[in-house]
């Protein structure tokens, strides 16, 4: 059984379409997320699900979750919003997508009138790994990881648009960003640890030294 591929891409542009906002037929003007061959769009039958054909025979699959991954992004640039959580609605001005910053590469740069940023990382087949968030964590970035591992790679993209924009149950914050207060209260909170455990490691050694010429003088 040939796969169902819903995403692909537009052969003179590059940009991601899902088979809901094409043309029908070759007049769909796409290709291959995988191959990057031909499709056909057969969206206008009442008796089959919409779906993008190889012009010919083909066994590639159309990369479903490549297809996810860059729809979900799209979504994103398309919106002006994204519930980070129940109680947070983030508005956004600003998009920015795969460039780099310092020393990580983000999925998804989101930024208000304020200079406030939000890195999205999009996770269909990999999640956020440890090193990478420790970077984030260093950079005391806002980051949030939209979980799409479970999702149903042939969605509807409107379906996939309320998961990404709107539903908060799949999204998990991975770090939030102290304000520069807080950075510094929390680095004079861990000086002040270091200070007191250099002092009790010096009261130790002291006193060992001490205990040390009691037993000598007793021998």
Partial sequence: MKAIITIAKEKTNGIVKHISEVKNGLKCDCVCLECSFELIAANKGKKQTPHFRHQGNSNCNGSPETGMHLLAKKIIEESDYLNISWTNKFYYSCYITEKKLHDIIPDIQVKNGLNEIWVIEIAVTHKVDDLKLQKIKALNLNCLEIDLSSINKFI??????????DEVYNKKILNKALESSK???ESTKKTQKESLFNL???ILLIGLFFLGRYMLKKQ
Avoid: A, G
Avoid at 156 to 165: G, Q
């Fill in 156 to 165: 509807s993209k409107e379906d996939l648009k309320k998961i990404i924009i």
């Fill in 183 to 185: 950075i510094k209260s």
């Fill in 200 to 202: 009790l490691n010096l």
